[in-house]
């Protein structure tokens, strides 16, 4: 268990994802499993980054507090999960926090462009619902309860 669930402090997922069916399947995935306080969805790498930079309507660190882990799709309107990958690590004060690509592409060079940005980890989404709700649940045992972060 990490440091802040053992205060009591709500885990903080930010899931980057543009497809609703996705993302529905995510958030549910995780809250069946019980690994997750709040999840806060966004469906372009544009909004993204300001939730992360904490800009505009996500100014307020109380309301848009800084995630525990970022879940980023790759293909994203307006803004690409690369560049928002590559964004978050460049940043001193983001850099450390775990960016899992969960992604439906299986591409060499995708898995090489988010590994030569430092990701966290690559997942290509299952097809399979079983699968799915299972890579769901062990997803998040192993960012949030397992994983002891720096």
Known sequence: MTESQMQGEAVQILLVEDDPDHA????RGLQDNG????I?????????LDYLFQRGEYADAETSPRPHLVL??????????LEVLRE????????????VV???SAAES??????????????VKPVEFDEFRRMMRDLGFYWLVWNQHP
């Open 24 to 27: 529905e399947l995510i958030i």
């Open 40 to 48: 806060h969805h966004v469906s372009d790498g544009e909004t993204a």
């Open 88 to 99: 978050i690590k460049a940043d001193e004060g983001l850099r450390r926090i775990p960016v």
């Open 110 to 123: 995708d898995i090489a462009g988010a590994g030569d940005n430092y990701v966290n980890s690559y997942l």
């Open 35 to 38: 690994v997750a306080n709040r």
């Open 72 to 81: 980023l799709d790759l293909r994203l309107p307006k803004i690409d999960g």
């Open 102 to 104: 969960l992604t439906s």
